[in-house]
Every structure is written in C-alpha cells, then in structure tokens.
C-alpha cells in the first residue's frame, strides 16, 4: 500500500506563493507516477501536474509557468512549487500516486486566493 499525506495549504494573496508538500509511505519503489489534483467548489476534479519515477513531467496548460512540481532524492516526498497564484487556483488540492493498476490519494489540503 501507499499512504499519502498533504500539507502546506492556506490563504494567499493573488500573486503570492505557496508550496504544497505530500509525504508517501508504505511501497514508494513500486510507484509508477506521482500527481497533484485539485477540485473547485461546481468543478470537476482536474489533473495539475504529473510526474513519472523517471523523473517526467507534465503539467496543465493553466499552471504551466507558475507550478513546479518536483521531488526529494528518496522519491518520499513531492512539492508543488506555486507562485503568481489566481482566485482561479482556489480549490482542495490532492496528492495522487499510481501504482501498476491501483490509485491512491491523499485527504486533501485547502488553497485559497483572495483577489
């Protein structure tokens, strides 16, 4: 199993900057893929940025440029780097990592931007 635990939200100021932080335990070698999504309050829950145990990432045309998502040596630990924040990247953020076919998410930590 893996277990994912999201921290570093809060309240912002628009252009100001946050970095979130999600610590996995549990079968960390075994993961295939990393990710952070978040979800707005009347909008579906979206992909933000992705990346691989190769190290490849990909991010949504939204936050490309002002997210960057990244990890610590021992692959425990993954930050997402946001600055020039927008009311628009108000939403729960959630800490996602893929292992062969099974899913696994973190509980979710609040980001909100006041214009």
């Known amino acids: 199993q893996v277990q994912l635990v999201e921290s570093g939200g809060g309240l912002v100021q628009a252009g100001g900057s946050l970095r979130l932080s999600c610590a996995a335990s549990?079968?960390?070698?075994?993961?295939?893929?990393m990710g952070w999504y978040r979800q707005a309050p009347g909008k579906q829950r979206e992909l933000v940025a992705t990346i691989t145990s190769g190290g490849n990432t990909n991010y949504a045309d939204s936050v490309k440029g002002r997210f960057t998502l990244r990890r610590d040596s021992a692959k425990t630990t993954m930050y997402l780097q946001m600055n020039d924040l927008k009311p628009e990247d108000t939403a729960v953020y959630y800490c996602?990592?893929?292992?062969?076919?099974?899913?696994?998410w973190g509980q979710g930590t609040q980001v909100t931007v006041s214009s």
């Open positions: 549990g079968s960390i070698p075994s993961i295939d893929r």
């Open positions: 996602h990592a893929k292992r062969s076919n099974y899913n696994y």
